[in-house]
């Protein structure tokens, strides 16, 4: 606060010769009051402290004065002159100057406090902002071509503002929409329509009176910018709390096209632009909140700008912006569609014709959102089972991290590079200490390849015991190792040095998560694998499996199995490999490897998929005894496999799991999704078993529960109707009839409930 409530009457009455009832207003940063005269009538008075550019404080007195002499002056404010004939006042009050001004009292309730925003309302507040920036068009003042951090062409400059958010999700999003606001509108800004240009038409400045707009006051953010940006910010504004964000918005575009006609590209950008306003205004929040700011003003829009930013990235970029092009009249984006005939048949011609499409209905997804994926038909799906994007499709932090590097440097590891040490060193750290020595590759097929070749190369034997239905990868070596490959269909059948071990289901196999000793009882193959071996005058080189089954059946191991395992292994010298291509980097929620589930140290571990987030990354970390003898005199050299690229994404996606607590969010996470899972299972006969740790979730179905057949061709019509309805899930198992949960692992417990139900919803309208 400037001066009091004393200071400012007096002021009023020294320079105006006005007398009343004062009452004093919030602010962002200027003092406001009310004042109340004697007969009635009512005033507006603002103090700005020196702070304030005096010339500025003139532009917004002439705007004012311009807009008088339009057609629209009466939905603005007219500054009262002093008695010495001044329209801003200079006054020092106790050592600071202070510029006064006064103005009349606009009519009307605040859209903030009018409950009801019909489409009428909405589509004049629009008319009315388009006859204002018309009436303004030949309006000009130096002082409005100033950089002002509330002008959403600068967007961009809260980024350093990001960390001040505290909650992981709320600082991610925002992150995001940063970052496709730098994508989308940065590059196009410098050819849009300028004007000068209110810049705040929000809820507590937008006057209603009858259902219809009114008026709006507060001329202190004004800018020559886009004037596009003006309808963007109404918008956001009209947006909050709403059910239907985006109607509401339509309106809003409609009464202003109708007045003043936007182009196509100004329509494309609004979506980004009513973001790029919320992240300015919730960044600024979460600053001043760390400020320990004490002004209310600060904090009055942030909740709801944070529902809004949460619910905009749920609606996909294509559909807003055919919504807004369609209501205006201009050409869509999006049309009905019978299929994708064209580019099937040009896949077909010119791609391996046994890559899989998911889904009878076929996807063309077009753009990534953390935990969203949106097609070109406008719609928006949670991801429920793209584990690859580990930390979220598009994640701002792994984005940024890999678009600086590759515009700094790539190239192969025979040049030193702190990456590829920094790296190696950051994800050793996460493992026991005797693994310390890593390998890059680009997949986790190449990875499962080496890995093979460093244990056969280590021992001297060629033998490697793998788990039926196992699958580890498409290499020659890797489908070698994959029953689930080499027994199925186009399979060439096991060769004679690979060995299956009974796959340890606790659901459908003979020992049942019931019995505490059935991790020793599947070990036992093994180890009758190991004997027979033997008998041959051969032992194991390697086993190796995954530390949770996925195409297995998103199996957990039972208790003990591994430390069984492992102890007959190593009793004979094989390598025991665990295989954490899709289980590691803390989806299991308890541990940040699967591997640590079951209190085992392994002597090699494969890691990809989620290792780069999207990004082509694996590695093989072995110890150091391994790598010794592995440095046999032939170099191991991968072209790409450790560039500076890849380690920097790397990198990236280690950071955000940590600074975003993620393995604690997937164990949250997970352990709410498993239990409302359960929950759902006595309503649906056909769940048969519910399983898994953290964000690696899978639920088995069968059409008996004794007799445990599976319940397939009911599965694919649960999974195409989810899929139908914004949920993408998938099947796996040996015998196709189980659901496969591994979302990325922002994956948050609203997405959880919206599956949950929706699950229920289709399971109920199958009649299952």
């Not at 209190?599 to 494969?606: G, L, N, R």
Request: proline share 4%.
């Amino acid at each position: 606060m400037y001066i009091n409530a004393s200071q400012f009457s007096g002021l009023l009455q020294k320079h105006f010769s006005l007398n009343g009832q004062l009452e004093m207003l919030n602010g962002y940063d200027e003092q406001n009051a009310v004042l109340t005269t004697n007969d009635g009538k009512k005033y507006i008075c603002k103090v700005a402290a020196a702070a304030h550019d005096p010339y500025f404080l003139e532009a917004q007195v002439s705007i004012l004065e311009h807009l008088a002499d339009t057609e629209v002056a009466g939905f603005f404010q007219r500054s009262l002159k002093s008695a010495g004939g001044l329209n801003i006042v200079q006054e020092e009050i106790e050592g600071r100057t202070i510029y006064l001004r006064v103005m009349n009292y606009l009519e009307g309730d605040f859209l903030v406090d009018t409950t009801h925003h019909s489409p009428a309302l909405l589509h004049s507040i629009g008319r009315g902002l388009a006859r204002m920036d018309r009436a303004l068009a030949n309006f000009r003042h130096p002082a409005m071509h100033r950089h002002y951090e509330w002008d959403i062409s600068h967007a961009l400059e809260v980024r350093p503002m990001l960390p001040y958010i505290r909650d992981h999700e709320q600082r991610r999003v925002a992150g995001y929409f940063l970052l496709q606001f730098e994508t989308e509108v940065q590059q196009v800004l410098g050819k849009l329509t300028k004007a000068y240009i209110h810049n705040d038409a929000n809820d507590y400045n937008v006057l209603v009176r009858d259902g219809q707009f009114a008026g709006l006051i507060d001329f202190g953010d004004m800018v020559y910018a886009p004037l596009i940006n003006n309808l963007a910010i109404a918008c956001t504004y009209a947006m909050l709390g709403k059910d239907d964000p985006l109607e509401a918005a339509a309106e809003v575009v409609k009464g202003y096209h109708d007045t003043l006609p936007i182009t196509e590209q100004e329509a494309d950008l609004l979506y980004y632009l009513v973001a790029g306003r919320l992240c300015i205004s919730v960044c600024k929040s979460a600053a001043n909140r760390s400020n320990d700011s004490d002004n209310e003003h600060h904090f009055i829009t942030e909740a709801p700008a944070w529902k809004l930013l949460l619910q905009l990235i749920t609606i996909n970029p294509l559909r807003a912006q055919d919504t807004f092009r369609k209501i205006c009249g201009l050409e869509g984006l999006i049309e009905a569609t019978e299929g994708y005939e064209e580019i099937l048949e040009r896949r077909r011609d010119h791609v391996g014709r046994n890559l899989s499409i998911s889904y009878r209905k076929k996807l063309r997804i077009v753009k990534g959102a953390l935990q969203y994926l949106y097609d070109d038909l406008g719609n928006t799906y949670v991801d429920c089972v793209n584990n690859v994007s580990h930390v979220g499709h598009c994640h701002p932090v792994v984005v940024k991290a890999m678009q600086h590097q590759i515009a700094t440097l790539n190239t192969n590891t025979r040049y030193l590079n702190d990456h590829l040490v920094d790296y190696a060193e950051m994800l050793t750290a996460t493992l026991p200490s005797r693994l310390k020595v890593c390998y890059f590759t680009n997949s986790g097929s190449e990875a499962n390849d080496l890995a093979i070749r460093i244990s056969r190369h280590f021992t001297r034997q060629k033998d490697v015991i793998v788990l039926d239905h196992a699958y580890h990868g498409t290499s020659t070596a890797a489908i070698e190792m994959s029953p689930y490959k080499f027994d199925g269909k186009g399979g060439f059948g096991r060769m004679p040095y690979i060995h299956k071990a009974m796959n340890p289901d606790g659901y459908r196999g003979p020992y049942r998560l019931s019995d505490p000793g059935a991790g020793e009882k599947y070990a036992a193959d093994v180890e009758r694998i190991i004997g027979m071996l033997q008998q041959e005058g051969k032992a194991p080189a390697a086993f190796i499996c995954e530390t949770l089954l996925g195409v297995g059946g998103q199996i957990p191991l039972p208790p003990g199995y591994l430390q069984a395992v492992y102890r007959a292994v190593r009793a004979v010298g094989g390598i025991c490999i665990a295989d954490e291509v899709q289980v590691g980097f803390g989806r299991v929620g308890e541990k940040f490897w699967g591997f640590e589930l079951q209190d085992v140290e392994p002597d090699i571990v494969v890691l990809g998929k989620p290792i780069g987030n999207g990004h082509p990354l694996a590695a093989v970390v072995v110890t150091e005894a391994l790598a010794d003898a592995f440095n046999n005199g032939m170099e191991y050299f991968n072209t790409y496999g450790g560039n500076p690229v890849s380690m920097a994404t790397g990198k990236a996606v280690l950071q955000v799991i940590r600074q975003e607590a993620l393995q604690q969010h997937a164990l949250d996470t997970g352990n709410y999704f498993l239990e409302r899972l359960r929950n759902l299972a006595p309503l649906h006969p056909l769940i048969g078993d519910v399983r898994g740790h953290g964000l690696f979730i899978g639920v088995e179905l069968v059409r008996n529960a004794e007799t445990l057949e599976p319940a397939v061709p009911e599965i694919d019509g649960i999974v195409e109707a989810m899929r139908d309805r914004g949920y993408l899930v998938s099947t796996d198992g040996p015998l196709y009839n189980v659901l496969k949960i591994k979302p990325p692992m922002v994956f948050n417990k609203s997405n959880v409930d919206g599956f949950v139900s929706l699950l229920h919803e289709v399971m109920t309208d199958l009649g299952y």
